[in-house]
């Protein structure tokens, strides 16, 4: 017995739409499903799934897709440039456990009436990046899909003493967030490295609690490390690093740039948790390998996710939900 | 420099569209692209990836992905029976390869106003698949789209000593096929149990020299043996195993039962070839666990596909184009 019995349940009977129960309802089930099995570290639920491999590592396995129309516009976006994002976002997923990217395939749904070019370019951006992290394209799959569509799955290795999950947060631990966020919607998205060399530092040089790479929104992806953890986490909103590109699209949206710095998914940046001790080490380091590192929190004991204007114990907390981008 | 870039050149002053060049025009461009790398055994062209593991095995990487319209039909199809075949064909090219699967993840593209219940039925048909050849569904990515769409990556292992690739058949080899061939599209493509316990059972039991699944049709996929082979072959068309489903639908569209058998896709059978000796102790068992093996031909020097009503001398042969199933 387990949480989708229920699950499967209430589907029998009122039979609702993916858009009313939402990814995680989705993804609750899957897991019910697909139990984790004796000597699978992990399944399903973390960046990507935890294999055995050496007495020493473990195999990391990951897939994320792209779709015309949600992910990228077809027309609008460069080939290169969504190819580029589609194995972008998959090391983001190896980063966030502290890995190393190793290989990757690539299958691709494509409308007939393509030029052969636009393979071709999406191919180069592929290319270009996989290079640049010293990891290789080893297969894919061609079909014909009147929607546009990337897949790609990555096989990584971490050392076991280097792997990071979303459950290890502790009370009393730091929270730290790489690079800036929010508005990444007008061209990070897109654009953003991995941080995959920035984990493996980190990983390296600190032991860090929890990690999770942000694709779905600050609030969201901490949320996902709470609910992992079990521990609930305060803000201090004037820490958290709002992008630039935040700014300008508050201007048109209306709201507070730090609503779409803790809303906006597919920042690809790295959240992580590390202790006292760790924290004011990284305090004092301020930057790893040229990428800003911010000190934005404190993980709790408790339920829930609250803000508050700065770290001085007389400022108001508020609650804030955990919500971010949702496919569904 | 390699095949690619005429390719490229070629895609530069004409811009050719995906349908006018083909499946294997886009799969050539991709292997000048990803060309294999010093320590990667084999990278995209056979039917899977083959990667370092241990000093006495190899890792296999495979994806196969399905989509709406093109593999199967929304509202026709059971979710259940779309699942499983997204995850069999999976599991078809690891058994191609000779290895064992061990873990997959699967990427899904979905109507948010599908039922969730859908999601649960197509996961059920997976899960029950996986079970029955032990192995793990351990992640997966939920995108949303227009289009329904399927994308399943599969890690497997093979021991080095029984790794097949299609690119060792010799002259004199006999060509084998398990099960029957042709008519697939009348119920077999969603049906079919992939040979893995079949592929497992012969590298260990004999000494195959080239392997490929049947995915494309017998011609295609045997021309695709010749070609990394750089061989020919003839077939004895009395010899070739058609499946009482390719007279069904022979009757429909006015077509020999035995072209069905040579050009449809999708019957997921093991094509391989032996040694003559190999070749006489697998005439004389007939079945493997159950499953008939037929012999239908035999490999030759010299370039081309060819067929003849019988393997007498007597027999006019007459050469066959190397065409099937193609996904552009």
């Given at each position: 017995m387990n949480g989708w019995e229920g699950c499967l349940e209430e589907a029998m009977s009122r039979t609702p739409l993916l858009k009313e129960v939402g990814e995680e309802g989705v993804i609750r089930l899957l897991r019910g499903l697909f139990p984790a099995r004796a000597g699978i570290p992990l399944g399903i639920g973390d960046d990507t799934a935890v294999l055995p491999d050496t007495p020493k590592s473990y195999l990391l396995f990951t897939t994320d897709a792209s779709v015309d129309g949600v992910d990228f516009r077809l027309g609008e976006s460069k080939p290169e440039a969504i190819g580029r994002k589609v194995l972008a976002q998959n090391l983001s997923d190896i980063a966030a456990m502290g890995g190393t990217p190793l290989y990757g395939v690539m299958s691709l749904g494509l409308p007939a009436s393509l030029p052969v070019d636009f393979v071709k370019k999406f191919y180069a951006g592929v290319k270009k990046l996989s290079r640049k992290f010293k990891m290789q394209m080893v297969g894919g799959d061609l079909s014909r899909s009147k929607v546009l569509f990337a897949s790609c799955a990555l096989i990584g290795k971490v050392e076991k003493k280097f792997a990071i999950f979303r459950k290890g947060a502790r009370a009393g631990d730091f929270i730290f967030v790489t690079g800036s966020l929010g508005g990444s919607i007008l061209g990070k998205h897109f654009h953003f490295i991995p941080r995959v060399r920035e984990a493996r530092f980190l990983v390296r040089n600190f032991k860090?609690?929890?990690?999770?790479?942000?694709?779905?929104?600050?609030?969201?992806?901490?949320?996902?490390?709470?609910?992992?953890?079990?521990?609930?986490a305060v803000l201090y909103g004037n820490r958290v690093p709002v992008d630039q590109a935040a700014r300008v699209l508050a201007r048109k949206t209306g709201k507070n740039p730090l609503e779409h710095a803790l809303g906006d998914g597919e920042d690809f940046e790295l959240l992580f948790t590390v202790s006292l001790r760790e924290g004011k080490k990284l305090l004092a380091l301020k930057k790893v390998l040229g990428t800003p590192v911010s000190f934005i929190g404190k993980i709790e004991d408790g339920k829930g996710l609250f803000i508050q204007a700065s770290e001085r114990s007389s400022e108001k907390r508020k609650r804030i939900s955990c919500s971010g981008f949702s496919h569904f």
């Amino acid at each position: 017995m387990n949480g989708w019995e229920g699950c499967l349940e209430e589907a029998m009977s009122r039979t609702p739409l993916l858009k009313e129960v939402g990814e995680e309802g989705v993804i609750r089930l899957l897991r019910g499903l697909f139990p984790a099995r004796a000597g699978i570290p992990l399944g399903i639920g973390d960046d990507t799934a935890v294999l055995p491999d050496t007495p020493k590592s473990y195999l990391l396995f990951t897939t994320d897709a792209s779709v015309d129309g949600v992910d990228f516009r077809l027309g609008e976006s460069k080939p290169e440039a969504i190819g580029r994002k589609v194995l972008a976002q998959n090391l983001s997923d190896i980063a966030a456990m502290g890995g190393t990217p190793l290989y990757g395939v690539m299958s691709l749904g494509l409308p007939a009436s393509l030029p052969v070019d636009f393979v071709k370019k999406f191919y180069a951006g592929v290319k270009k990046l996989s290079r640049k992290f010293k990891m290789q394209m080893v297969g894919g799959d061609l079909s014909r899909s009147k929607v546009l569509f990337a897949s790609c799955a990555l096989i990584g290795k971490v050392e076991k003493k280097f792997a990071i999950f979303r459950k290890g947060a502790r009370a009393g631990d730091f929270i730290f967030v790489t690079g800036s966020l929010g508005g990444s919607i007008l061209g990070k998205h897109f654009h953003f490295i991995p941080r995959v060399r920035e984990a493996r530092f980190l990983v390296r040089n600190f032991k860090l609690n929890a990690m999770i790479d942000v694709s779905d929104g600050l609030a969201r992806d901490l949320g996902h490390i709470l609910a992992e953890s079990g521990k609930s986490a305060v803000l201090y909103g004037n820490r958290v690093p709002v992008d630039q590109a935040a700014r300008v699209l508050a201007r048109k949206t209306g709201k507070n740039p730090l609503e779409h710095a803790l809303g906006d998914g597919e920042d690809f940046e790295l959240l992580f948790t590390v202790s006292l001790r760790e924290g004011k080490k990284l305090l004092a380091l301020k930057k790893v390998l040229g990428t800003p590192v911010s000190f934005i929190g404190k993980i709790e004991d408790g339920k829930g996710l609250f803000i508050q204007a700065s770290e001085r114990s007389s400022e108001k907390r508020k609650r804030i939900s955990c919500s971010g981008f949702s496919h569904f």
